[in-house]
DNA sequence: TGGTTGACGTTAA
DNA sequence: GTTAACGCCAACC
């Protein structure tokens, strides 16, 4: 199967430190009980395609909220006890998980866009 | 300096 | 449901 190109939209335009603060405040800012994603963070933040970028920031964590990160679609992309601990702590916060996937329709987290133009999101 | 890797995403088969 | 390919970007080695 061959892709050609999905039509790239943006590239990052900023330094590493004020990328790590975008994309620490994006995660900041989904609330006990919701969830996001990569992608999702990644454009709240203003860097859209960087959804890499957020778990770099993720793994090198600080106080992150980090289970509440999920991959496209609300699903854990984490693997062995890692992955265990995220549904724990996500189930904690009344996360309902299944399988390997949450239930985005009640959970995930709408970001209100920092800067942009504040229209609808995902 | 330069190639590899990865807590990613999307489209396609 | 799964596998494959491609794009992307910074951390790693």
Not at 40 to 65: E, I, K, M, N, S
Not at 72 to 85: C, F, N, P, R, V
């Amino acid at each position: 199967v061959k892709r050609k190109k999905p039509a790239r939209k943006s590239k990052i335009a900023a330094s590493p430190q004020e990328v790590r603060l975008l994309i620490e405040r994006a995660i900041r800012a989904i609330p006990q009980g919701k969830v996001s994603t990569y992608g999702a963070v990644a454009r709240a933040a203003g860097l859209a395609g960087a959804a890499r970028q957020v778990a770099v920031v993720l793994r090198r964590g600080f106080d992150l909220p980090w289970q509440r990160v999920l991959g496209a679609g609300g699903q854990i992309k984490l693997t062995g006890d890692s992955a265990i601990e995220q549904r724990l702590r996500l189930d904690a916060e009344g996360v309902r998980v299944r399988g390997r996937r949450v239930d985005m329709k009640a959970h995930e987290y709408k970001f209100r866009l920092p800067k942009r133009k504040s229209s609808r999101q995902k």
